[in-house]
């Protein structure tokens, strides 16, 4: 380097970090991003959080008026809720294997299933203590922000601690 100093890249010690995957290559690339970053020993925690719609509420409300409401048949009900968690496990699933193949001895996966998927992610670090909640810059929403995802720009200006999107 040419007049001036040397900068040094070193790696975060004794972390705890939240890696938050939905399945998308954003989602994955944060994950790969945390992993870069973060030693063996350090804690991650990779959290798929569910997001499903309130038993009454149905998802043509949409597409239609904001103040119509539907009736949702209990049962179906309890199958998508079912259906959104079995999802949510094999993605977690696929980071707990990819986690043992890496080396780490400190890691778990959570899945949240929960009517609002944001603040409970930020809840989530909040009671773990994070550090770093690693996020993709966006994800599987079908409806995407012009540079930033409504999920991860939710993250960045509510959590607690230090937040890294990854593009």
């Known amino acids: 380097v040419h007049g001036g100093p040397i900068l040094e890249y ?23 991003r945390a992993t870069q970053l973060i030693t063996r020993n350090d804690e991650i925690v990779i959290c798929h959080a569910c997001q499903y719609h309130d038993l009454f509420v149905q998802e043509s409300v949409a597409a239609g008026s904001l103040w119509e409401l539907g009736y949702v048949d209990p049962e179906a009900h309890l199958q998508q809720k079912k259906a959104i968690e079995d999802r949510g496990a094999a993605i977690c699933q696929k980071y707990n294997e ?9 890691f778990k996966t ?9 603040s409970e992610c930020v809840k989530l670090a ?13 994800g599987l929403g079908t409806i995407s922000s012009f ?17 890294m999107v990854v593009k």
């Not at 070193?10 to 790969?32: P, Q, R």
């Not at 990819?98 to 400190?106: K, P």
Request: some cysteine; charged content about 15%.
């Open 98 to 106: 990819i986690c043992t193949q890496m080396g780490f001895q400190n």
């Open 110 to 118: 959570k899945v949240l299933t929960t009517t609002d998927a944001k």
């Open 10 to 32: 070193s790696l975060l010690t004794d972390m705890k970090v939240l890696v938050l995957v939905d399945g998308s290559s954003h989602s994955h690339k944060a994950f790969e």
């Open 126 to 138: 909040d009671d773990l203590g994070v550090d770093v909640i690693f996020v993709g810059q966006r």
């Open 147 to 163: 540079f930033l995802g409504s999920f991860s720009n939710y993250i960045l200006t509510h959590a607690n601690c230090s937040v």
